[in-house]
């Protein structure tokens, strides 16, 4: 393990050492003063309501040993309190967590995936992480921390791990080429360019321009890994030639790694792959056609850390998704839940639909809500939505929220033989599902993270 010292920080982030030991060593960090364990270092973050840093006291009496802190004056008789302990001030907190980052990440040579996409980042991490656990030691993002204050925390874990799965997540331009930088990248992988933050970059010609900014801190001659079938990307990679090596995955469109013979079941899939004039066949422990497109990203990057087959078969069949991504629930009553309500997109929503409405059960039932930071584009996008409800062919649709309003109208609309449900608040929805439901039912539960769909989830679970 590659230590980083007080005086490290100090140097790193124009600090200045307030009391402590110069020499002490920062193995663990926190942000969060409730989940405070012995011996790690408590960064107070400056946010937009509060200062973090005020509350120093509570997290070293909860068993931090030092604090790196901003923006605030500690007097004597406090210093002398605490002086077992280590206080650095420093310009800015969240700065000063990228630098270490930075500097943790410069001390390691190591494999580093650095993943982006519009959509399927998480469950594509999950894999190739898996994949590259056959092999390697790996530290993975955990969660949501793939923005500008969790990826850097996640990079602070390495400790004797040789292997690196980062998820880079963006609403912005400039976002990716932040965290890139940090990460440096030895492999980035780039799942799709879809409509997610379309209100924000205004098309999606600017969003693919905005995940491309991963290639700002891709090593030379590091491996860029992409989803072919993908419009944007396609087109792309036939106009651009740059010093990285280019390695496609598809379906629908020739690729370096391309996918046949693929089978959706109700809770896997199945497909294959022909690698070196041998035709493997992949199984996957989860159901939907987004699954085989991860999978495949997965297969390009095991591959190119010299992973034999036979180990990324093993690595694709015991990976684990993160809760709340297509997640298989059965409650006591026989009724399948889908739980993919962490976040949403058109193109998101439109993948679950078609794994929905290829599944044999009773009734199809949807519980979608808004799709948020869309901008100018909500209505278009959520009235896309309602034509893949009617498409597809769902039973029944619920809908929550404004936005969702229009998903219910053009099903109607567009839809005769589709019961319509249109509520405003969380709270009916449930009060419906639960007089409504059968045996052998599916439900979808889908919509962006920010509309609470957990509380369906959490109701009907049972």
């Given amino acids: 393990m590659k230590n980083i010292l007080v005086k490290d920080i100090v140097r790193i982030c124009k600090g200045k050492l307030i009391c402590g030991d110069e020499n002490e060593v920062c193995e663990n960090f926190s942000k969060d003063t409730r989940e405070i364990n012995q011996g790690d270092i408590f960064l107070g973050i400056k946010g937009e309501r509060i200062n973090g840093s005020i509350l120093y006291k509570k997290a070293l009496e909860n068993g931090a040993k030092g604090c790196i802190l901003q923006d605030i004056e500690i007097d004597e008789k406090e210093i002398d ?6 206080i650095i001030l420093v310009p ?15 001390l390691y040579n190591i494999p580093v995936i650095g993943i982006t996409g519009s959509v399927g980042k998480t469950s594509t991490k999950d894999i190739i992480a898996s994949v590259l656990s056959t092999k390697y030691k790996v530290l993975k993002t955990e969660g949501n921390y793939n923005n500008e204050i969790g990826l850097p925390l996640t ?36 799942t799709t360019i879809g409509s997610s933050h379309i209100g924000i970059l205004g098309s999606r010609e600017n969003i693919l321009k905005a995940k491309l900014e991963i290639l700002e801190g891709l090593e030379d001659k590091g491996n860029l890994i992409f989803n072919n079938d993908n419009d944007l990307l396609s087109l792309w990679n036939m106009n651009n030639k740059d010093n990285h090596k280019h390695i496609t995955y598809g379906i629908e469109n020739e690729s370096n790694y391309q996918a046949k013979n693929i089978h959706i079941m109700e809770d896997s899939s199945s497909f294959e792959i022909k690698k070196d004039n041998k035709i493997y066949t992949i199984n996957v422990p989860v159901a939907g056609k987004h699954f085989v497109y991860n999978s495949l990203a997965a297969i390009a990057v095991g591959l190119e850390y010299d992973i034999n087959m036979e180990s990324i078969m093993d690595g694709i069949l015991r990976f684990t998704l993160t809760q709340s991504r297509m997640e298989i629930i059965k409650n006591k009553q026989n009724i399948t839940i889908i739980n993919d309500c962490y976040n949403a997109s058109y193109e998101s929503v439109k993948v679950a639909l078609e794994y ?5 059960s009773q009734r199809k ?16 996008m959520h009235k896309k ?15 929550v929220g404004d936005e969702a309003k229009i998903i219910s109208n053009t099903v109607k609309e567009k839809g005769k033989d589709i019961k319509v449900y249109t509520y405003e608040k969380n709270s009916q929805a449930i009060e419906l599902l639960r ?14 993270n920010g509309m609470h769909f957990n509380e369906i989830i959490e109701a009907i679970k049972e």
């Fill in 356 to 360: 929905l409405s290829s599944l044999q």
């Fill in 155 to 190: 990079i602070l874990k390495l400790k004797e791990h040789n292997a690196m799965v980062l998820e880079m997540g963006m609403s912005a331009f400039g976002e990716i080429s932040l965290l890139t930088k940090i990460a440096r990248p030895t492999t980035a992988v780039i």
């Fill in 435 to 448: 007089t409504i439901l059968n045996p052998k039912d599916v439900v979808l539960v889908k919509a962006s």
């Fill in 365 to 380: 039932i949807a519980v979608l809500g808004d799709v948020l930071e869309l901008g100018n584009f909500s209505h278009e």
């Fill in 92 to 106: 800015n907190v969240v700065k000063a967590l990228q630098e270490l980052a930075e500097y943790k990440r410069s």
């Fill in 385 to 399: 939505i309602g034509e893949e409800v009617v498409k597809n062919k769902i039973d029944i649709i619920v809908t």
């Fill in 81 to 86: 309190t605490y002086a077992n302990k280590f």
